[in-house]
């Protein structure tokens, strides 16, 4: 059997709903062999982060170099690398191997707002990273930070994207899911926008959403389709994931990653 | 959307094919949502181990009293724990939360035979944490070091699943895959012996076999199977799993997590 492959570059949540969790699981569901360098491990669970553990520079860049020179790699997925040194590592790893299919979720807030990176890694971020992805998926509050400017409503999303996609990235997708109304969510590569709108999902089980879409689109683009293409189908994933929930835990429940296969099955994609 | 959870406390294996990443994606194989205590960071690939970064005692016990406490277990595996204080505070974590449905996988020797325990962690294992499982799983070689005794065919392992008992697990399963000729299981419940024979499959790509296995026994106790009937479907899904390969890495490549889903799907079980 032939399979693609994915690696993801993030952060471990013991919770299983976030993180290289998420990834792995996302990547499984979407058929495609899932990888991972973990950059952190977080003593996490459905009511926040109680504690991590950063892993050291070069066991990172080792497991890093043991993927990609031995099992290879089609696209490549970055999530939490929280510090500059494991920015530069990254964004360096991507360039030696030629990494060309590469997502970047700029995971630098956390749910109650809270700035996950320091100054000196949301400029490294944007200096060192964005111009060797393909796509980078921020939501409101991570491209509000990236263009240092408030974002309101759609208009204020599109020029987002524009200011983002000079950066460097070959496509940026804005999600709206923080904004008030309908998710809107806008694709944007550089000539064309793209709008996704969906319908919102009342519910708190909303851990690791971002993980779980960017993901996605990094197992679509493994498997050889289009952006625009992949970016569809994550956005078929998450909206499965976010409206049949699984109850788990007290706080902010964990996404359900088999939501899309099962649909699938019943014909409803 | 209810679900059963499992725990893995081990290894990560960043090549996707051992370690907590084949545990999380049987566990989701197999329906049942997959957690994690990452004891070690392992740079690994189908080639070998190729570095190790052991995990703070207090970020392991972090991420098992998080999952636990929060999201809730109802079942556990357990992996490499490498170290004694490893052991000793996962056999406490197990007790202190009455977690009694435990898959022990005695992770104790590598593929080409190096020890991955040294004589205190052996000995640790099996004073604090055998008496624990539910059911532990070791091949032949791990067998041999338990018992202090070399195994060469039906009857001794027989014996040995005998003596394994003794040290306090309700059952033990050892695992013929060594041996010569057929692969035969023998699963010992402290009366009954049952032989699971199958057809030894022609493969260097069993990479994560182990970890597969008793993962899939852990995601069956934690659907509320009994535990033959877990060992049996664990059976027929390694043997899927190793039977339709994927031809990964250029050494040991790891075992196809679809394959029994796929066989499933055409009416095979």
Redesign the interface.
Known sequence: ???A?ALTIAG?D???GAGI?AD??TF??L?V??????TA?T?????GV??I?H??I??IV??????V????VDAVKTGMLAQVPVIEVAAHQLQKHRLTQVVVDPVMVAKGGARLLDVDAENALIKHLLPLAAVVTPNIPEAEVLIKSPISGLEDMKEACRKIHSFGPRAVIVKGGHLAGAAIDVLFDGTDFIELPSKRIDTRHTHGTGCTFSAAITACLAKGDTLSAAVFTAKSFITAAIT????????HG?T????YAKNAKQGKH
């Open positions: 059997m032939s399979v492959r471990s013991s919770g299983g969790q792995l699981k499984q569901m058929d062999f899932g990888m991972s360098a973990i491990i003593v996490q669970n459905t009511l109680h504690g553990h892993i050291p070069d066991i080792g497991q890093i170099e043991a993927v020179t031995d099992l290879g049949d929930v699984l109850e788990l835990g007290q706080g964990p359900n990653h088999w939501a």
